[in-house]
């Protein structure tokens, strides 16, 4: 069974990068796409963007080209930059893989607050 | 950016049945959107229901069913049962590159 797991800091500075990862178990890599999702405290879900397993990214255009997203093979996990931090991103985080026709699995999502 | 409508809420009574409802502004959603169903409850995580309009995983309870319905992806709910009470979302892919959730229906079984 695939178990998504997202880790990082909970605290980050306005200006600053937030930085996650998520730690995939139970699975492959190929063949999906790995998103990250977030969701502000009382409000809506929002898709940040995906690496697919062949490398290739996309992402939301309104975040400016602030979110980058990235595959480490070596030891099965994807990451996220996101520069720029600013208040409205405080959200809860989750790292999502799905495609393949295999449906969607969800991470248990991480909160991050941006805060000086 | 493409805009993915919900209703933001609905009600339905126990045992009863109620179709929630994801339109794009751009038009018809057609299988090549890939609609997916997420439902959330309250500190959770969301789970998926649907996938690729009308897949369910192995814990979607079979009440729950998704189809295309009047240019809308659809998800249908027979027999609610008070545990279904959460939030839906719907996402939608366009041309693969770009992903849009729907903004969510609060669903009430009373």
């Known amino acids: 069974q695939v178990r998504l797991q997202e880790s990082g800091p909970g605290l980050v500075k306005p200006s600053e990068t937030l930085s996650l990862t998520c730690t995939i178990s139970?699975?492959?890599?190929?063949?999906?796409?790995w998103s990250w999702s977030r969701q502000p405290p009382g409000k809506g879900l929002e898709w940040i963007g995906y690496?697919?397993?062949?490398?290739?990214?996309s992402y939301n255009p309104s975040l400016n080209s602030r979110a980058t997203i990235s595959l480490h093979r070596s030891d099965n996990r994807f990451s996220l930059n996101l520069n720029s931090v600013t208040a409205a991103d405080t959200a809860v985080y989750y790292c999502?893989?799905?495609?393949?026709?295999?449906?969607?699995?969800w991470g248990q999502g991480t909160l991050v607050t941006v805060s000086s | 950016q493409a805009v993915v409508t919900q209703e933001p809420s609905l009600t339905v009574s126990p045992g009863g049945t109620v179709t929630l409802t994801c339109g794009s502004s751009?038009?018809?959603?057609?299988?090549?959107?890939?609609p997916y169903w997420y439902q959330q409850k309250p500190g959770q995580a969301p789970r998926t229901l649907i996938y690729?309009?009308?897949n369910s995983h192995s814990w979607t309870p079979a009440r729950f069913s998704g189809s295309l319905l009047g240019g809308k992806a659809a998800l249908t709910l027979s027999g609610a049962q008070p545990e279904d009470e959460a939030d839906y979302y719907c996402?939608?892919?366009?041309?693969?590159?770009?992903?849009?959730f729907g903004g969510g229906t609060k669903l009430t079984v009373l």
């Open positions: 139970g699975g492959s890599i190929n063949p999906y796409f």
């Open positions: 751009t038009g018809a959603v057609t299988s090549d959107h890939y």
């Open positions: 690729d309009t009308t």
């Open positions: 999502v893989r799905s495609g393949g026709s295999g449906g969607a699995y």
């Open positions: 996402l939608l892919s366009y041309n693969v590159v770009s992903w849009v």
């Open positions: 690496v697919f397993y062949t490398g290739s990214t």
